[in-house]
């Protein structure tokens, strides 16, 4: 009874301080859905959908605060966000009808200037979809709000790659974006408390009619666990996001915690090879025996308490181009006849992981335990993430591990992890011509065909990289809170959320 008076405290408290919020700044009333308290494990300091593209700040901000183009819906499907349709006129030509009447948070009417200006910002300065923008010949503005594209060439992903290219209004500088950010989304920024929270509230003047049902949303930083978890039992927040299924443990079975998952996961957990930085790499029968001695189906039970499925495809189950593939049976003893034949039974390895990152440590020592069983030392190097995250961009590495979100479209992971594979740690030609043509190619079932073909040589040759298995993803809500949507790449669709 106590924790149930103190949870409904709180929350009359934090709805009565918003709507005080709002009625001071002369703003519509609340709207009646409720102020969504979020825990989440790490701070924002930089606001800019331009320079950020970690996948929490995607999450809470870049989809509330910011519209695109167009967008992502909780089963992967692209569906209109700023342009309400869109038609392919040619190979190379596509015209955008965009809305009308919407304005940004700041008063300013949106028009085709802005997506303009925003295109021309992120190539200008090379800011991190710079690359998605760069097969765009011309940008022109047929009218105020008829947007036409000429690509140099054709492009079978552009709607994908505009879900990740945020509008922004031209008349707002760089530097006064990252700290107070100005979008046309369901949800605008009130304030930023360094470490501690960020608050958003209910945009009045949204463009899609009665959206969003909260009258608004903070984010909590809450930097452990443990104490993520104490405060969502407490009544302090209404959710945790992007929780690691081992700390959902302590709440399994609470009947005041609901577990959030979507329909299917795009998050694959992935070994990385540096080939080119160990020769013993460079021999596929080395890779093989690696890949045999991965015992998947302990990490499945280890590492995500049995949920996730174990593939060897680069693609999700849900990906119309997936393929399903044999994996190398977990067999020891066929993994050191091949280190034998190869020479290297004695080998020495080394594995980066982020320090404090439970499953990346878990399956780097269930791994090192089965290769020690063959005489493999593998070294399992754990550092601070901006050590690892240097390592990972150099490629300097033995082997490192990682997870990567999927996009709706196959190309997502060919373009952002393959290619910086090909291009510095293993030298493959052919395979780099499949992945540019697959994505040239306007005919689905041709690139199906491709991305299958691809699909294929990794698992038999065992590079360049390892796929362990799909992870489930997870956030915890009280039950409290109804109409919690999120889709496969881990995005949070919070417009129809309310909650008591």
């Not at 303009?116 to 709000?145: C, M, S, Y």
């Not at 006064?176 to 369901?186: E, I, S």
């Not at 997936?322 to 004695?346: I, K, M, N, V």
């Not at 030392?377 to 754990?382: D, F, I, P, Q």
Request: proline share 4%; aromatic share 8%.
């Amino acid at each position: 009874m106590k924790k149930t008076l103190r949870r409904t405290a709180f929350k009359l408290f934090s709805a009565a301080l918003v709507s005080l919020v709002l009625t001071l700044g002369g703003l519509s009333l609340a709207q009646g859905g409720g102020v969504l308290q979020i825990g989440v494990n790490g701070d924002i300091d930089n606001f800019d959908p331009a320079f950020n593209q970690l996948i929490q700040y995607s999450a809470t901000i870049g989809g509330t605060v910011f519209n695109a183009l167009v967008s992502l819906d909780e089963n992967m499907n692209i569906v209109p966000g700023l342009a309400e349709s869109w038609e392919q006129v040619d190979d190379t030509t596509w015209v955008f009808n965009l809305r009308q009447g919407v304005t940004f948070h700041n008063g300013d009417a949106f028009s085709v200037a802005d997506v303009l200006h925003t295109f021309d910002r992120t190539l200008e300065q090379g800011l991190i979809f710079a690359n998605k923008l760069e097969p765009i010949a011309e940008a022109e503005a047929v009218d105020d709000h008829t947007l036409r594209l000429t690509l140099e060439f054709p492009v079978a992903t552009l709607l994908d790659d505009l879900t990740l290219v945020a509008i922004t209004p031209q008349g707002v500088t760089d530097e006064d974006l990252k700290q107070n950010p100005v979008g046309t989304g369901p949800f605008r920024f009130v304030s930023w408390t360094p470490n501690e929270t960020t608050v958003l509230e209910r945009n009045p003047d949204y463009w899609e009619a009665g959206k969003p049902a909260l009258d608004g949303i903070t984010l909590r930083v809450l930097g452990d666990a443990a104490t993520r978890i104490a405060n969502l039992l407490s009544g302090e927040v209404d959710a945790l996001y992007d929780v690691p299924v081992a700390d959902a443990q302590a709440v399994a079975g609470d009947p005041n915690v609901v577990f959030q998952q979507p329909s299917a996961s795009g998050s694959l957990f992935l070994i990385e090879l540096g080939i080119a930085n160990n020769e013993a790499l460079q021999d596929q029968r080395v890779r093989r025996a690696l890949a045999h001695a991965l015992d998947k189906e302990t990490i499945q039970q280890v590492a995500y308490f049995g949920q996730g499925e174990i593939i060897c495809s680069p693609l999700p189950a849900f990906s119309w181009a997936y393929e399903a593939q044999d994996c190398p049976a977990f067999d020891l003893e066929q993994a050191a006849a091949l280190l034998a034949e190869a020479g290297h039974s004695d080998l020495e390895l080394g594995i980066e992981v982020i320090s404090g990152v439970k499953v990346m440590e878990d399956i780097a020592t269930i791994w090192q335990a089965s290769l020690a069983e063959i005489g493999v030392t593998l070294n399992v190097n754990s550092t601070a993430v901006s050590i690892w995250l240097d390592r990972y961009i150099g490629k300097t590495y033995d082997m490192t591990t990682n997870w990567f979100n999927l996009s709706a479209d196959p190309n997502s992971m060919f373009d952002i992890i393959y290619k910086p594979l090909l291009d510095n740690v293993y030298d493959n030609e052919p395979m780099r011509a499949k992945i540019l043509e697959a994505a040239s190619l306007s005919d689905q079932s041709a690139r199906t065909e491709i991305y299958q073909e691809l699909q294929r040589e990794t698992v038999e040759t065992i590079a360049p990289l390892i796929v362990v298995q799909s992870q489930p993803l997870l956030a915890l809500t009280s039950s409290s809170v109804e109409g919690w949507k999120m889709n496969g790449k881990n995005l949070l669709l919070l417009n129809d959320v309310t909650v008591e």
